[in-house]
């Protein structure tokens, strides 16, 4: 089939996720193509991206999309597990296919999208769209004109930075089992090796695992492939900066290519003396680098570069093929080729991939059957009560969302549970006695209606169900931000303070979890079971968590972190330890449901006391510079005007600016005399045990976010 080149390319985008929007960018850009129909199957993503991009039709199942609309290409950018059936769908209607990356999961797979493409005698293309990057095209562009002679070598280095949407409502794909961010990030870095290659042989394969990113079967990969003109090279890792290159090594010299940085930096042999290349390369290499980078900012600029560049070339140089009749720009025989090596290299990895637990492997973990529930148990407060539970021999079962974050751990049993699902919560909680609710929305992008979902519906949810359960104890933990700035001249905070009348202008963390606190301490008021105790703790810290260094942290570097204010205002800090002895005593207590408690380690704790601590455990490696108040009220004095004029609203920033830097001192005193509760670990020796385990973790940001926020897993909201 032959797309006229009379009329419009009707074009249909199934999979609405966020790389979608580029697919509909492309092609809306294209003048002869246009966007029919968007499909998915939560509808209401497909209907957010048709009106976002002025798409008329909207589907939630594909087969009746072909029968409506008929295009003459579909768009998969679903996950890879369904490109075979899809691609089925298509091929009967008799549809071209771009196929996002990873084409397929298995060759088996990909071989069968090839050959019901081919039965019903349309294209199908794969994204391999790296290849397409306007400075690949550049690089193979000075290759074909011989700069730098044959080609004898190809390395290719791609990084990984940990996706925050990861800890989002949602989870992407890539991060639902083992082997989904390999499969989401390798087909770049060998399709741009392959392109050099003639006749590619099975790849040799060196993994490391150092347990950096929980989701993924392997951080460290490094895979030679021979041919028989070149040898190429590919390096995958997890465990450090993120890093996307290219270096072609020829005869004549060799080619640097950065992807992010979008430079292709040439250096040929020139047959100079060797004192003069050696002394002179530098200069050359920085000329010719400060050259590209005007360029492209001048691109930037005027708008000739924009994100994802490969996939707009190549999905217009399909099209082209379309209307020519030609064949598709990335060949079939090279997607099966790009496949066919993923499952070689992941065989090779057997023996190297973390080890999971089973639901079965699980169940047996406990002696006896467990009486204690932990919620989001693989973040980081519930994986460290779940850790004392351990230590202490009680019986517990963990709730996570996945059971690649689980830990192997005596005398506990994981359920991989989805807090919104009555059926999953029934299973969660039958023979329980006490619920430790830690799991909660924090950081990640999200809507305020995601962040309800997740931190108000889900856990009234879960006391109705606890209810039921006959369970007696439900310790949920909410956070200080639901506290407003106290009247003129107050400085101390109990848990008598009002919440705060603005909670909308701080953003939809904070709406949220003092809206889950307001449902939570009505349905106490109404209900006996379970006892609802609530615990608000400062800045949590210790192993594994972010190391705190101030109350608004800049971004800036781990060794000269940038904080805002005096260094007299007062911080709220909670060590992970100091709260879970908070969450046993209040299980253990007898206060009366509906009770609230402010936790944090000391009220005379400030800014300056931290980083004088910070500076002498560290030997001076970690020294907090303070940015003067007024310095970064000009800076969000400017976001609020920029608000102003893109959304004719007044803008929040200095509001938020002005709640957070606020002088608040929170003595927990009813936490002392009701529940019993002393914090055992000091400030000082809190900081020296975070410092001790500051291993880099991939999914941690250069900077700790800002205080009062539980840094936990989120539980997972599925589309129904």
């Given at each position: ?10 074009a249909a985008?199934?999979?609405?996720g ?31 991206l ?14 009746t ?18 490109h ?13 296919m771009?196929?996002?990356k ?21 294209e ?10 306007p ?41 639902r089992?083992?082997w989904?961010?390999?499969?989401n ?8 090796v ?9 790849p ?15 951080d ?52 100079l003396?060797?004192v ?9 290499a920085?000329?010719?680098?400060t ?8 691109a930037l ?5 924009k ?32 496949v066919?090596l993923?499952q ?9 991939e ?25 973040g ?5 009560m ?12 963990a709730?996570?969302r ?16 989805d807090?919104?699902c009555d ?17 909660a ?17 889900a ?12 369970v ?44 889950a ?5 009505d349905?106490?008021?109404d209900?006996?079971?379970p ?12 192993p594994?968590l ?16 940038l ?7 007062p ?23 509906g ?35 007024p ?16 959304s004719?609203k ?22 002392r005399?009701e ?19 500051q ?20 539980i997972?909201?599925r589309?129904?």
């Amino acid at each position: 089939m032959t797309a006229s080149a009379e009329r419009k390319i009707r074009a249909a985008i199934v999979g609405c996720g966020r790389i979608s929007a580029y697919h509909v960018a492309a092609v809306q850009a294209l003048p002869h193509a246009e966007l029919v129909a968007a499909c998915d199957l939560r509808e209401g993503a497909a209907a957010e991206l048709a009106a976002q991009h002025g798409i008329e039709r909207v589907f939630s199942d594909m087969e009746t999309m072909m029968g409506d609309v008929q295009p003459d290409v579909i768009h998969l950018t679903t996950p890879p597990q369904s490109h075979v059936a899809l691609a089925r769908v298509a091929a009967e209607h008799g549809a071209h296919m771009y196929i996002e990356k990873p084409f397929a999961t298995s060759v088996d797979d990909a071989e069968a999208i090839v050959a019901a493409a081919r039965a019903a005698n349309v294209e199908v293309c794969a994204g391999h769209s790296r290849v397409f990057d306007p400075t690949f095209r550049e690089a193979l562009r000075q290759v074909e004109g011989g700069d730098i002679g044959r080609v004898v070598s190809v390395r290719a280095e791609q990084g990984f930075t940990y996706d925050d949407a990861a800890r989002g409502a949602a989870i992407p794909w890539d991060y639902r089992y083992d082997w989904g961010i390999f499969e989401n990030l390798m087909p770049h870095p060998l399709s741009a090796v392959c392109h050099f290659l003639a006749h590619p042989g099975h790849p040799q394969v060196t993994a490391l695992n150092l347990g950096s990113v929980r989701e993924a079967a392997v951080d460290e990969l490094r895979v030679f492939i021979p041919a028989t003109n070149a040898i190429g090279e590919i390096s995958l890792t997890l465990t450090s900066p993120e890093v996307n290159r290219l270096e072609i090594v020829g005869t004549g010299g060799r080619i640097l290519v950065d992807f992010d940085r979008m430079t292709t930096l040439a250096s040929p042999d020139t047959g100079l003396p060797s004192v003069v290349t050696r002394f002179g390369g530098n200069f050359a290499a920085a000329l010719k680098l400060t050259r590209s980078s005007g360029r492209v900012a001048a691109a930037l600029a005027t708008g000739r570069i924009k994100r994802y560049m490969g996939i707009r070339a190549l999905i217009a140089a399909f099209y082209d093929a379309l209307r020519e009749g030609m064949p598709a720009p990335v060949l079939p025989e090279h997607a099966i080729l790009n496949v066919r090596l993923m499952q070689e290299i992941r065989e090779a990895c057997r023996d190297v991939e973390k080890k999971r637990m089973t639901p079965s492997r699980t169940a047996a973990a406990a002696a006896t059957p467990p009486r204690i529930v932990v919620t989001g148990a693989s973040g980081r407060l519930g994986g460290r009560m779940v850790e004392r539970l351990s230590q202490s021999g009680f019986p517990a079962r963990a709730a996570t969302r996945m059971l690649s974050r689980a830990k192997d751990l005596p005398n506990v049993e994981w359920l991989e549970c989805d807090l919104t699902c009555d059926v999953d919560l029934d299973a969660l909680l039958a023979g329980v006695q006490t619920v430790f609710h830690c799991a909660a929305l924090v950081g990640p992008p999200g809507s305020l209606d995601d962040y309800n979902e997740v931190n108000v519906t889900a856990s009234l949810r879960l006391a109705q169900r606890a209810a039921a359960a006959g369970v007696e104890n439900l310790v949920y933990i909410s956070s200080l931000a639901v506290y407003g700035i106290p009247p003129r001249g107050g400085e101390v905070v109990d848990e008598r303070a009002d919440y705060d009348a603005r909670a909308g202008d701080r953003g939809v963390y904070t709406q949220s979890k003092l809206a889950a606190e307001e449902a939570l301490r009505d349905y106490a008021r109404d209900h006996a079971l379970p006892r609802i105790v609530l615990l608000r703790p400062g800045d949590i810290y210790g192993p594994g968590l972010p190391l705190p260094v101030g109350l608004l942290p800049l971004p800036s570097t781990r060794r000269r972190p940038l904080i805002t204010g005096s260094r007299h205002v007062p911080v709220a800090l909670t060590y992970v330890d100091n709260l879970v002895d908070a969450m046993l005593a209040a299980a253990e207590s007898d206060v009366p449901t509906g009770s609230v408690y402010n936790i944090v380690d000391s009220a005379d704790d400030d800014q300056a006391e931290l980083s004088r601590h910070l500076r002498e455990l560290s030997g001076d490696r970690i020294r907090p510079v303070v940015v003067p108040y007024p310095i970064v009220w000009s800076m969000m004095l400017a976001f609020d005007l920029l608000s102003r004029v893109r959304s004719r609203k007044p803008g929040t920033a200095r509001f938020r600016l002005r709640r957070t830097l606020a002088p608040l001192r929170f003595p927990s005193t009813a936490a002392r005399t009701e529940l019993g509760w002393q914090p055992r670990v000091s400030l000082r020796e809190g900081l020296s045990r975070a410092l001790s385990d500051q291993t880099p973790r991939a999914e941690e940001a250069d900077v700790p976010p800002a205080p009062a926020a539980v840094d936990d897993e989120a539980i997972e909201v599925r589309a129904s």
